[in-house]
C-alpha cells in the first residue's frame, strides 16, 4: 500500500514538532521519527487502527501514538494521512475532507 501525507497531517505534525522541540530538541525528533513509523505501519496492516468513534465510517480509522491520533483513510490502493490531533481535541469535520 502507498502511504500518502495531506498537507493538513504534514502541518499539524511540523506544528507538533515545534512545540515539542522549544522544551526538548531530542524529544522531538524521536516523535517525529516514531510518527511516521506508526504510519509505515499500516503498509502491511491498514486496519490495525479502529474506526473512528465519532464517524463509525469502516474506511476512517485512527492510529493511537501517546497522546496522539493519527486519522487516516483506506482507499484502495493507498492510506491517506488525513490528520494528527492531540487526543483531547475536538476533531472538525473538515480535517476529514
Do not use: C
Amino acid at each position: 500500500m502507498k502511504i500518502i501525507w495531506s498537507p493538513l497531517a504534514i502541518s499539524r505534525v511540523t506544528e507538533i514538532a515545534e512545540y515539542i522541540l522549544m522544551d526538548n530538541p531530542v524529544a522531538a525528533e524521536k516523535w517525529i521519527d516514531e510518527i511516521f513509523n506508526r504510519v509505515m505501519q499500516l503498509k502491511t496492516y491498514p486496519k490495525s487502527g479502529r474506526m473512528v468513534p465519532e464517524l463509525e465510517i469502516e474506511e476512517i480509522r485512527e492510529l493511537i501514538y501517546g497522546n496522539y491520533r493519527i486519522i487516516y483513510r483506506i482507499i484502495e490502493k493507498a492510506i491517506v494521512v488525513l490528520t494528527v490531533r492531540h487526543g483531547r481535541q475536538i476533531l472538525p469535520e473538515q480535517d476529514l475532507k
